[in-house]
């Protein structure tokens, strides 16, 4: 149910660090000292298990928080960010600023959101409005009208369109429709009947049930089971996430006419009318969902339908409603992630206010956290990551000459976006008042549609970002052939300003190894120079591609997380193509510094074991065994053990630095170490 518009496919690596306003680089350098990585578990080999080797100590004596699913690096050191954050919200809240400034708009939201009184009084009766709309539903183009409506609000039930560059024609913004529908986290939970499957199957209808008895539903129960139900049914016609990474299966162009034909009691041309989009074709991801959509609206009765409506819309709206609403949703999270208890009301307003209004906040959090030479520093070590892969394809033995060539004119097209943008996204038409926050929120959501509907037909807008500034986290943009890398990431533990080489280049090198890589993974390897999806490769060397990739699938099939889970090769293999490729363009890199030239060692450790401790160091953490679980089954991205270990029992430098030898756990023969780029 709580889907999320993307306005183009994003290859990402979220992580997390903590955040620290250095002083001038000078005064930096003058009182630094080395990084030192204490606390490494001799017990355990590198070649046995490099992660825990560097981490077991820290993992141990790691205390997870009550309202955390995780600590440490990666994505939950995302808390001290956002600790920063609430900084600046606390401290805009309580002054008056003038109407319509980024201090007025952040601070008086904020302020809405931590007004809990007026938020529990207020009850149901914000949402009473689109309940008593749906009652009044009496056919199905009422419903599709309906729905329609309510998307121009950022509440998804059964489509969700978005904007992004035609993959066949990237200088074009098109209209694109993905399959949805759905309140489980995946289409394969509603089929599995594993015990862990069952008791979140059951978490959710109990989920259900609570929003249909908090609006006076005397029947909530049954009706619970009937929109759990639908959802099943629509969930037979969904692709896998495995089926979803397959680029030119989930491009179908279609036409309006020809939609209307074939699923009228949809009607297409009606819902676009509504929607304010002029548009005769559309991409349609996965048509065999829209095609079900189409059969059910006739089969299921109109007042089952006008069940799932509002399930769907009280789930849409649940976090900005009374406790009540927001207990019953955070029940039902605590069995998917094992999260014990609720974060504080400040914490949860924060990363409200970053996502509805994050460019607003960003330009408060740079102006007051950034460090400019942050940014000088890193766009140097892109320029330098982008000369090293270079080096890196001329010397691919697999690779012929003229897809050499291709190769490299896509790399030096890409482009870099360090930081922040430099044209900063605005809220123009927005009205934030101190004691409506459900208005406020709702106002927000309205205003991201109508932001996301003026760039339909339009060439794409290539300052545009799809990330905030203060958001810990880096990706690759096949769409645009870009890398961004916000403000939030150039900051230690991946990127300090002051460290040796040997840490940097382990951390935010692996990083931007990493982003690099993606514009040649599984997925990226299909996009050209411009972002268009077409071949230009030749038939072998494709071939030989697609081999490698398989190898990386068949080698992360293998891997498990809790004694028996096993990771998804298929699902993850373009992270792990990009870690892979990663951790390589990184070290070739660092061996063109002064640091990678010497064997001068620093608190015990040479330049070259230095660089991998960091690798180690950066994904350093300890999560929920119910986080995990569902992780595996829903996230592109390994878990952070298999981020170390996978990638370095394929990279011969760390054989060396570290001599790991035969009979060792993660030990393969040169043959069986795979390199693809």
């Not at 709702?442 to 970002?465: C, G, I, M, T």
């Not at 490698?548 to 997380?561: G, N, S």
């Amino acid at each position: 149910m709580k889907n999320l518009v993307y306005l183009s496919v994003l290859f990402c690596l979220i992580i997390s660090c903590k955040n620290d306003k250095p002083s001038t680089e000078e005064e930096g350098m003058a009182q630094r000292e080395p990084v030192v990585f204490d606390g490494i578990t001799e017990t355990i080999k590198p070649g046995d298990d490099f992660f825990h080797h560097v981490n077991k100590t820290w993992y141990d004596n790691a205390v997870i928080a009550d309202d955390q699913v995780g600590v440490g690096a990666y994505r939950f050191l995302n808390i001290p960010q956002q600790e920063l954050l609430q900084n600046i919200l606390e401290e805009v809240s309580t002054e008056k600023h003038p109407a319509g400034s980024v201090e007025q708009m952040v601070g008086d939201f904020y302020a809405s959101g931590m007004d809990t009184l007026s938020i529990n009084e207020r009850g149901s009766s914000p949402i009473q409005p689109i309940l008593d709309r749906i009652d009044a539903i009496a056919d199905i183009p009422a419903i599709m009208d309906f729905v329609a409506n309510q998307l121009k609000t950022g509440d998804y039930s059964m489509l969700i369109p978005y904007i992004s560059p035609d993959q066949e024609n990237s200088s074009l913004n098109i209209l694109h429709m993905a399959q949805t529908g759905l309140g489980l986290p995946d289409r394969d939970y509603y089929f599995q009947e594993d015990s862990s499957t069952k008791s979140i199957q059951d978490a959710y209808k109990t989920y259900l049930t609570t929003l249909f008895e908090l609006v006076g539903d005397e029947n909530a129960q049954a009706n619970a089971a009937i929109v759990y139900d639908i959802e099943k049914r629509l969930a037979t016609s969904h692709k896998t996430r495995i089926e979803r990474r397959v680029i030119k299966e989930n491009y179908h162009k279609m036409a309006v006419s020809d939609l209307d034909k074939d699923q009228p009691n949809i009607g297409w041309s009606t819902l676009f009318t509504t929607l304010g989009m002029h548009v005769d074709s559309i991409d349609v991801r996965q048509p065999a969902y829209h095609e079900k959509l189409n059969a059910m609206l006739t089969a299921v009765p109109l007042s089952q339908w006008k069940l799932y409506l509002k399930a769907h819309s009280l789930s849409s709206h649940d976090g900005i409603l009374s406790k009540p609403f927001q207990d019953a949703a955070f029940a039902y999270s605590k069995v998917l992630s094992g999260q014990a208890e609720q974060q504080s009301r400040s914490l949860q307003m924060v990363r409200r206010v970053d996502r509805q209004i994050g460019f607003a906040l960003g330009k408060l959090y740079v102006k007051r956290y950034f460090n400019e030479d942050a940014k000088k520093r890193a766009l140097q070590l892109v320029n330098n990551f982008q000369k090293t892969l270079e080096k890196r394809i001329d010397a691919l033995d697999w690779m012929s000459d003229s897809t050499k060539v291709k190769a490299k004119d896509k790399l030096f097209a890409i482009s870099k976006k360090i930081g922040y943008p430099d044209v900063w996204r605005e809220y123009d038409g927005v009205t934030i008042s101190r004691d409506q926050f459900f208005e406020n929120v709702v106002a927000l959501r309205k205003n991201d549609y109508e932001y996301n509907l003026k760039q339909l037909n339009k060439a794409p807008n290539r300052e545009e970002w799809h990330t905030t500034p203060s958001t810990v986290t880096a990706y690759y943009n096949p769409s645009l052939n870009e890398i961004v890398f916000p403000a939030g990431i150039l900051q230690s533990p991946y990127f300090d300003l002051y460290a040796d080489d040997a840490v940097n280049y382990g951390g935010i090198g692996m990083v931007i190894g990493h982003e690099f890589t993606h514009a040649f993974d599984d997925q990226g390897a299909q996009y050209d120079k411009n972002g268009n999806v077409t071949n230009w490769w030749t038939e072998d060397d494709y071939t030989k591609f697609k081999e490698k990739t398989q190898q990386i699938i068949e080698q992360y099939d293998a891997f498990t997380v809790l004694d028996s889970v096993h990771l998804k090769g298929a699902l993850t293999v373009g992270e792990n193509t990009a870690d892979n490729g990663g951790i390589a363009i990184a070290y070739d890199a660092f061996k063109m510094t002064e640091q990678g030239k010497d064997t001068t060692k620093i608190g015990g450790y040479t330049p070259d074991q230095r660089f991998f401790l960091s690798i180690a160091r950066i994904w350093r953490v300890k999560t929920r065994d119910e986080f995990l679980r569902n992780y595996v089954a829903t996230d592109p991205h390994s878990p952070p053990v298999w981020r170390v270990n996978g990638p370095l029992m394929n990279f011969t430098p760390f054989y060396e630095a570290f001599n790991v030898k035969e009979g060792e756990a993660n030990f393969r023969t040169e043959e069986e170490r795979i390199k693809i780029w």
